[in-house]
C-alpha cells in the first residue's frame, strides 16, 4: 500500500497525468471548434437548398436526413482518422518511448487498447452528430422561405 501511494504521489506520473488531460482536452475542443465551425460556414448554403427543397415539396423527415447525410462525410472523416490514429500512435511511438523507466519493471508493459472508452467516444460522435442535425432542422424549419429565398433568385 506505501508502494502505490509512493507511486501515486510522484510528481513524474503525476504530471504524465497532467499532460494527457490537458493534450486530450484541447484536442477535443480543437475538434468540436472544427466541427462547429464547418456547421457555421456552410449554414447559410444549407438553408439556401433546403429551403429551395421546401417550396418543391420535401418533408420535415426528409429535411432531417438530409441534414444528416450533409455531416455524415465530416463525421465519418473524423471517427476513422481519430480511432486510427488512436489505436496506431502506441505502436507507432512504442518503441521510441521506453516505459520500463517508469514503471520500475525489468521489461516493458503490455500496451493494451481501451474498447469502452473507444466504443464511448463513438457513441458520443454519433450523438453529437444527430444532435446537430437536429438543431439544424429545428432551425431551418423555424426560418420562413422568405428569409433565405428571394423572389427572382434562380433556384
Given at each position: 500500500?506505501?508502494?502505490?501511494?509512493?507511486?501515486?504521489s510522484?510528481?513524474l506520473?503525476?504530471?504524465?497525468?497532467l499532460?494527457?488531460?490537458?493534450?486530450?482536452?484541447?484536442?477535443?475542443l480543437?475538434?468540436?471548434?472544427?466541427?462547429a465551425?464547418?456547421?457555421?460556414?456552410?449554414?447559410?448554403?444549407r438553408?439556401?437548398?433546403?429551403?429551395?427543397?421546401?417550396t418543391?415539396?420535401?418533408?420535415?423527415?426528409a429535411?432531417?436526413?438530409?441534414?444528416?447525410?450533409?455531416h455524415?462525410?465530416l463525421v465519418?472523416?473524423?471517427a476513422?482518422?481519430?480511432?486510427?490514429?488512436?489505436?496506431l500512435?502506441?505502436a507507432?511511438?512504442?518503441?521510441g518511448?521506453?516505459?520500463?523507466?517508469?514503471t520500475?519493471?525489468?521489461?516493458?508493459?503490455a500496451?493494451?487498447?481501451?474498447?469502452t472508452?473507444?466504443?464511448g467516444?463513438?457513441?458520443?460522435l454519433?450523438v453529437?452528430m444527430?444532435?446537430?442535425?437536429?438543431?439544424?432542422?429545428?432551425?431551418?424549419?423555424r426560418?420562413?422561405?422568405?428569409?433565405?429565398l428571394?423572389?427572382?433568385?434562380?433556384l
Amino acid at each position: 500500500g506505501e508502494e502505490l501511494d509512493a507511486l501515486r504521489s510522484d510528481g513524474l506520473a503525476r504530471s504524465a497525468r497532467l499532460a494527457f488531460g490537458a493534450t486530450t482536452a484541447l484536442g477535443l475542443l480543437l475538434a468540436l471548434g472544427t466541427f462547429a465551425l464547418d456547421l457555421l460556414l456552410g449554414a447559410t448554403e444549407r438553408a439556401r437548398t433546403t429551403s429551395c427543397l421546401r417550396t418543391l415539396g420535401i418533408g420535415s423527415r426528409a429535411v432531417l436526413g438530409l441534414q444528416l447525410l450533409q455531416h455524415l462525410p465530416l463525421v465519418l472523416a473524423a471517427a476513422v482518422g481519430g480511432t486510427s490514429l488512436g489505436l496506431l500512435l502506441p505502436a507507432a511511438l512504442g518503441p521510441g518511448l521506453r516505459l520500463g523507466a517508469l514503471t520500475g519493471g525489468p521489461f516493458e508493459p503490455a500496451v493494451h487498447i481501451d474498447w469502452t472508452i473507444t466504443a464511448g467516444l463513438g457513441v458520443a460522435l454519433v450523438v453529437l452528430m444527430t444532435a446537430a442535425a437536429l438543431l439544424e432542422a429545428a432551425i431551418s424549419r423555424r426560418r420562413g422561405l422568405g428569409a433565405v429565398l428571394r423572389l427572382g433568385e434562380a433556384l
